[in-house]
């Protein structure tokens, strides 16, 4: 199974930014899918935005325009780079790849979006 660490989360302020950064245990390059869930109090865990082995993205609509993944192969590395932060988007953020159809999760960070 993959470990994957997740990290960057924190609080800011309405309008504010954060880059969240996920650390695979080994190479990246042959995960199936590889992005970010997030969970908010009281909700079902929803899907972010992930890579897909077939070269496309998925992404929520809730971050169009404000959210970019990005992927560094050589560091194992996924970012999430979040801007323009609305107090909607207070979550615990989960680090997610499924390789060869096993699932994994990195252990969560918190975003917190409160003036």
């Known amino acids: 199974q993959v470990q994957l660490v997740d990290s960057g989360g924190g609080l800011v302020q309405p309008g504010g930014s954060l880059r969240l950064s996920c650390a695979a245990s080994r190479s990246i390059v042959s995960f199936n899918t590889m992005g970010w869930f997030r969970q908010a109090p009281g909700k079902q865990r929803e899907l972010v935005v992930q890579?897909?082995?077939?070269?496309?993205?998925n992404y929520a609509d809730f971050m169009k325009g404000r959210f970019t993944i990005s992927r560094d192969d050589a560091k194992n590395t996924v970012h999430l780079e979040m801007n323009n932060l609305k107090p909607e988007d207070t979550a615990v953020y989960y680090c997610?790849?499924?390789?060869?159809?096993?699932?994994?999760w990195g252990q969560g960070t918190q975003v917190s979006v409160s003036s």
């Open positions: 997610h790849a499924n390789r060869f159809g096993i699932e994994s």
């Open positions: 890579f897909t082995s077939g070269g496309t993205t």
